[in-house]
Nanobody
């Protein structure tokens, strides 16, 4: 059974850091581009960052550039999101998602096929 499970969310003060993990099971992560998305209360879901299947290409939303870093370890079937200098506006449920890719690219606008259940990130001011 294909599954994505996020972890690492929590409550942190403004300026703090969190590291999210997205663990994959039931499929070969190396064949998939992975994206992180977030949804705040009353707002639409937005793309945060994606990473190509090899990990060499990333695309960040302008709102997180320079603060967030995505990485992946295909051997461990896990993708990470290091979030630094967190702001209250980063508060949201964060989801990871997977899309199969023949080429080594990633796109936040792609039709991601598999989604995790989400992890809550709350940044207090």
């Amino acid at each position: 059974q294909l599954q994505l499970v996020e972890s690492g969310g929590g409550l942190v003060q403004s300026g703090g850091s969190l590291r999210l993990s997205c663990a994959a099971s039931g499929f070969t992560l190396a064949f998939y581009a992975i994206g992180w998305f977030r949804q705040a209360p009353g707002k639409e879901r937005e793309g945060v960052v994606c990473i190509s299947k090899s990990g060499t290409i990333t695309n960040y939303a302008d709102s997180v550039k320079g603060r967030f870093t995505i990485s992946r370890d295909n051997g461990k079937s896990t993708v990470y999101l290091q979030m630094n200098s967190l702001k209250p506006e980063d508060t949201a449920v964060y989801y990871c998602a997977a899309v199969p890719r023949m080429v080594n690219l990633c796109d936040l606008d792609a039709r991601y096929e598999y989604w995790g259940q989400g992890t809550q990130v709350t940044v207090s001011s």
